[in-house]
């Protein structure tokens, strides 16, 4: 008579981190209230006291690539049903909302939902999850899925044929995506939709791009081409995690210094909210700063 399973999870209800831990930042950019970044791994900051902290770190620990976030089984039982795709913000040409689910295969990249009444878009995507493609066709499913580079792909072939919905990434990246619908060619702006652009920020790949949702106060969806560093307060734009050539990103870069825009989205690191004029500032920093470097 075969014996029952051995319960490994933790006996309390506090939150651990593992050893499966990649460091990829998806707890600590989701719940920046629980988790931070360690010496190579993500550590628990602070154990989430009361119902509405738990929620969020369970999230998190849903969110993680790796299951590399352990709390006991009772407490996890309790992790939301419909969590996620998480709303961001707002903006008159849509809803954002942040998809969970992180891919280990995009180390654990964010994917990103735009909730639109002519169609949602998602922006890169997470590992294929049944409950939250339930979620997502429940919110009116999906008429696109924009790569930024082929570093995110991920589970895209899973999340397209179960949508019946194009994909677009860029010629330089294509050999990532074989299979897509359509491919973005050259540098110039597209205009995918109305208030949705298609910006070719060629440098961490050659075919990095980038989508700008709305006219003004513009949300910026960056991929790996630039993310905020929260501890330092500054844009970064990475020669370290840049896998094509530095010195074309750059120049991706002065091109979107003078946008308007309210929020950065990117695929790693932080996202975040600037006043108006902010933007510029934070971009014209980090060149001053990478000229100096150089």
């Known amino acids: 008579m075969k014996g029952s399973p051995i319960d490994r999870s933790p006996a309390s209800d506090e939150f651990r981190i593992n050893e499966r831990c990649i460091d990829c930042g998806t707890c600590w950019t989701f719940d920046p209230d629980h988790f931070a970044a360690g010496s190579g791994t993500a550590v628990v900051a602070h154990q989430p006291i009361g119902a509405s902290s738990q929620r ?18 009772t407490l996890q039982r309790t992790t ?43 922006v ?7 409950p939250l493609a339930r979620r997502i066709q429940a919110m009116g499913g999906l008429a696109q899925i924009v790569l930024t ?15 019946a919905c194009e994909r677009w990434i860029h010629r330089g990246d ?14 110039e702006p597209l205009e995918l939709a109305p ?5 070719p920020t060629p440098g961490h790949t050659p075919g990095s791009l980038c989508l700008l949702l709305g006219d003004q106060r513009r949300v910026l969806f960056s991929g790996d081409h630039v993310w905020w560093n929260r501890d330092q307060d500054v844009l970064v734009c990475s020669e370290r995690y840049c896998w094509w050539d530095f010195n074309v990103q750059i120049r991706s870069l002065q091109r979107l ?30 060149l001053t700063w990478i000229q100096a470097q150089h």
């Open 56 to 73: 969020q770190a369970l999230l998190a620990l849903q969110a993680c690539p790796v299951a590399a976030i352990e709390t006991s089984r």
């Open 80 to 122: 939301p049903a419909e969590g996620f795709p998480s709303w961001i913000c707002s903006h008159a040409a849509g809803e954002v909302f942040y998809c969970g689910w992180a891919s280990q295969r995009s180390f654990g990249a964010r994917s990103w939902l735009i909730q639109r009444a002519d169609g949602n878009v998602m």
């Open 124 to 130: 890169d995507v997470p590992r294929w999850s049944a």
């Open 149 to 163: 580079h082929r570093d995110d792909v991920a589970d895209h072939q899973r999340w397209a044929q179960a949508f």
């Open 174 to 187: 294509a050999d990532a995506a074989p299979s897509a619908e359509q491919v973005l060619e050259g540098q």
């Open 195 to 199: 208030q949705i652009e298609l910006l």
């Open 257 to 286: 210094q003078r946008l308007d825009v309210a929020w950065l989205l990117p695929g790693h690191g932080h996202r975040q909210h600037f006043q108006p004029g902010l933007w510029t500032e934070a971009v014209k920093q980090t």
